[in-house]
C-alpha cells in the first residue's frame, strides 16, 4: 500500500486525493480482516460485491462510494501491473450509475448584492477580491488559496493556477476583478503581512492572507463566503464552487463557445462541461412555462 501511494505521489496527485486514497483503501483493509482475508490474491469478486453492499449499508452518499471504487480501482490496477495478483477482480466490475444533479448557481442580481457589502477596510478589500476572483475567474477554491504573487498579471488580466493533478493553466479575469486585487494587493495585504508574514519564508509570496498574516486556507475561505452570503440574506447553501458554477453559466448564457468554457475551466473533457448546457434547457424550459399560453 505505501508503494502505491508513492507511486501516485510521484505523478503529481494532490494531497487531498492522496488522503482520500488511503483512508478508502485502509478501510477496505479492515474489511478484509474483519473476513480473515489476509491476502490480496484472495480477494475476488463476490468479495467485493460484499463489500459494496456493506458501503450502501452505511447510506453514504452515492459519490463518496463511487470515489471509494475508484480508488480501489487504481489500487488494485497497480497490483496487477506489479505482478502481486494475477486477475484484477474490478476488471469487468461496473460502477453504479451517479446521481447527476444540476449545479447550484447564483443569479446576476445575488452576485452583485454580495459583491455591494464588503468595506474599504483591509478586510473589506481583501474579502471583495476573494469573491471577485472566485467569479470572475471561474477558479476552484485549492487554486484561489494557492495563488502566489508571481502567477498574477493583472496589466493583461491574467492569472496562472495549479488545478487538480497540479496542472497547470491560464485564467483570465475581468477589469473589476484586476481593480479589486490591486486594491487589496496595495492596501489590504501589506495590513496582513504585518501581522507575521514578514517573517514566515513561506508565506510570503501568497496572495491571500489571514489575520494572523498566514495563507488563507480553504476553510477560511469557505467561513469568508459563508459570512457575506449571511449579510445579503441569501436563504440557501453557496459554497465558493457555486461561484465557479455561476461563472461558467452566466458564460454559456452570454453567448461563450463550449469548449472555450472547458478551458477557462480547466475540465479535462469536455462531457464535464456539457452538464452547463443542461442548465441552460432548463433555463429555456421556465421560459416556456412562463410565456406560452398552452404551457
Not at 474599504?120 to 470572475?136: H, K, N, W
Not at 486556507?217 to 441569501?234: E, N, P, V
Amino acid at each position: 500500500m505505501k508503494s502505491f501511494l508513492s507511486s501516485i505521489k510521484i505523478k503529481n496527485y494532490s494531497e487531498h486525493t492522496l488522503v482520500n486514497y488511503t483512508v478508502d483503501i485502509s478501510q477496505f483493509v479492515e474489511f478484509l480482516q474483519k473476513k480473515e482475508i489476509y491476502s490480496w490474491k484472495q480477494v475476488n469478486s463476490m468479495v467485493i460485491r460484499e463489500y459494496l453492499f456493506c458501503l450502501n449499508e452505511r447510506n453514504l452518499a452515492r459519490t463518496t462510494i463511487l470515489r471509494k471504487i475508484a480508488s480501489l480501482r487504481s489500487f488494485f490496477k497497480y497490483l496487477t501491473l506489479q505482478e502481486i495478483i494475477e486477475f484484477n477482480p474490478f476488471l469487468h466490475l461496473k460502477n453504479p450509475k451517479k446521481n447527476q444533479k444540476l449545479p447550484q448557481f447564483m443569479y446576476i442580481r445575488e452576485i452583485e448584492k454580495l459583491l455591494s457589502i464588503p468595506d474599504s477596510t483591509p478586510q473589506g478589500l481583501r474579502d471583495r477580491a476573494i469573491i471577485e476572483v472566485l467569479y470572475g475567474a471561474g477558479i476552484r477554491v485549492s487554486e484561489l488559496t494557492g495563488l502566489n504573487l508571481e502567477d498574477l498579471d493583472l496589466k493583461r488580466g491574467y492569472i496562472r493556477v495549479f488545478g487538480k493533478g497540479s496542472k497547470e493553466r491560464i485564467s483570465f479575469l475581468g477589469r473589476t476583478g484586476c481593480q479589486a486585487l490591486n486594491n487589496y494587493l496595495n492596501k489590504g495585504r501589506p495590513f496582513y503581512l504585518s501581522r507575521g508574514g514578514r517573517n514566515n519564508t513561506t508565506v510570503v509570496s501568497a496572495v491571500f492572507l489571514n489575520k494572523y498574516g498566514g495563507r488563507l486556507s480553504d476553510r477560511g475561505i469557505r467561513r469568508i463566503l459563508d459570512k457575506y452570503i449571511k449579510k445579503a440574506a441569501i436563504d440557501r447553501k453557496v459554497s465558493p464552487h457555486t461561484l465557479r458554477h455561476s461563472f461558467a453559466t452566466h458564460l454559456l448564457e452570454g453567448g461563450a463557445d463550449l469548449r472555450a468554457v472547458q478551458e477557462m475551466l480547466g475540465h479535462a473533457s469536455i462531457s464535464t462541461t456539457q452538464i452547463y448546457t443542461h442548465l441552460d434547457r432548463e433555463k429555456i424550459r421556465r421560459t416556456y412555462d412562463q410565456a406560452h399560453p398552452r404551457a
